[in-house]
């Protein structure tokens, strides 16, 4: 069993030094090896764009979109969950109704959604 061992260690120990010595056998082939990290690289930023940038470019577009059609009677949702109707609109706040007579000053990019109208009776 110690002979097992003793076997093994000596193979992991010159495992390195095999894959350098391989490494320095193939120096002919640098110039594949460029274009395949270059390719490796160009791939990795086109993943990058298709499943990140984008989408969140998207999503901010629709955002900005939906503050800049808030109008006065719109029912909206707040990020923090608040549902009411808006009563008065400006450049930069919003003002909700929530409740009779109970009213809330936000900012407009704290709206999450915008219902369709009649929602808040149904709730």
Request: hydrophobic letters at 50%; aromatic letters at 6%.
């Amino acid at each position: 069993m110690k002979a097992l061992r003793n076997a093994l260690s000596v193979c992991l120990a010159a495992s390195p030094a095999a894959a350098m010595a391989q490494q320095a056998g193939g120096a002919g082939q640098g110039g594949m090896g460029v274009i395949g990290q270059v390719i490796f690289f160009a791939g990795f930023i086109l993943i990058f764009y298709l499943l990140i940038w984008r989408p969140q470019s998207k999503r901010a577009k629709e955002h900005k979109n939906l503050m800049a059609g808030l109008s006065k009677g719109d029912e909206v949702v707040t990020s923090g969950g608040m549902a009411g109707r808006i009563t008065k609109v400006t450049d930069d706040f919003i003002v909700i109704e929530v409740a009779d007579n109970v009213e809330v000053k936000v900012q407009k990019v704290a709206v999450a959604t915008a219902l369709p109208k009649g929602t808040l009776k149904d709730i």
